[in-house]
T-cell receptor, first 113, second 113 residues
Framework: EPEVTQTPSHQVTQMGQEVILRCVPISNHLYFYWYRQILGQKVEFLVSFYNNEISEKSEIFDDQFSVERPDGSNFTLKIRSTKLEDSAMYFC???????????FGQGTRLTVV | LAKTTQPISMDSYEGQEVNITCSHNNIATNDYITWYQQFPSQGPRFIIQGYKTKVTNEVASLFIPADRKSSTLSLPRVSLSDTAVYYCLVGENYGGATNKLIFGTGTLLAVQP
């Protein structure tokens, strides 16, 4: 069964450092998403991406965040200058079409120290 | 997006049928009802989606009354591995204005032997 893969599974970084979280969405999917889940809290939408541009973003997704699809397979989330409160599980997801079933990856646990 | 309300937690025993009800009083005409499952430290996983009446797949059934102000996810004969958080989401699909998922706090289902 096709799946969304994320790397790394766990990343520890120092406050103020830049991190790039990587995702390989399912190959025939057109919509890509990033979500995050702070420990013990809800899954929160960050951004959706379609046709090589952001289609929607939340208030959380400020200027510190950016997304990119650098080639035909990868989808990345960059946090420019990490803060302690960025510590969370970050999930990448993809879907075939708008509003259709979203497939989530296993997540990257980001720990900012 | 319609707000959803569901129990914070439920307990069950192996082999029992579990019904989790979600209230969505402000559901709009174009909204679909979708349920996701999340195991600890994993990404959410799509279970089932419906618009009205009853939908059944190999995992669960979804019952939606005529007024669509609530829905019930039914899990037949649960096992220990069904212990997870179950989320009810309501929003436009299939070409709707938004393609983001808004997760609530979900229902933590604990299945005991």
């Amino acid at each position: 069964e096709p799946e969304v893969t994320q790397t790394p599974s766990h990343q520890v970084t120092q406050m103020g450092q830049e991190v790039i979280l990587r995702c390989v969405p399912i190959s025939n999917h057109l919509y890509f998403y990033w979500y995050r889940q702070i420990l013990g809290q809800k899954v929160e939408f960050l951004v959706s991406f379609y046709n090589n541009e952001i289609s929607e973003k939340s208030e959380i997704f400020d200027d510190q965040f950016s997304v990119e699809r650098p080639d035909g397979s990868n989808f990345t989330l960059k946090i420019r200058s990490t803060k302690l409160e960025d510590s969370a599980m970050y999930f990448c997801a993809s879907s075939e079409g708008q509003g259709l079933e979203a497939f989530f990856g296993q997540g990257t646990r980001l720990t900012v120290v | 997006l319609a707000k959803t309300t569901q129990p914070i937690s439920m307990d069950s025993y192996e082999g029992q049928e579990v019904n989790i009800t979600c209230s969505h009083n402000n559901i709009a005409t174009n909204d679909y009802i979708t349920w996701y499952q999340q195991f600890p430290s994993q990404g959410p996983r799509f279970i089932i989606q419906g618009y009205k009446t009853k939908v059944t797949n190999e995992v669960a059934s979804l019952f939606i009354p005529a007024d669509r102000k609530s829905s019930t996810l039914s899990l037949p004969r649960v096992s220990l591995s069904d212990t997870a958080v179950y989320y009810c989401l309501v929003g436009e699909n299939y070409g709707g204005a938004t393609n983001k998922l808004i997760f609530g706090t979900g229902t933590l289902l604990a299945v005991q032997p």
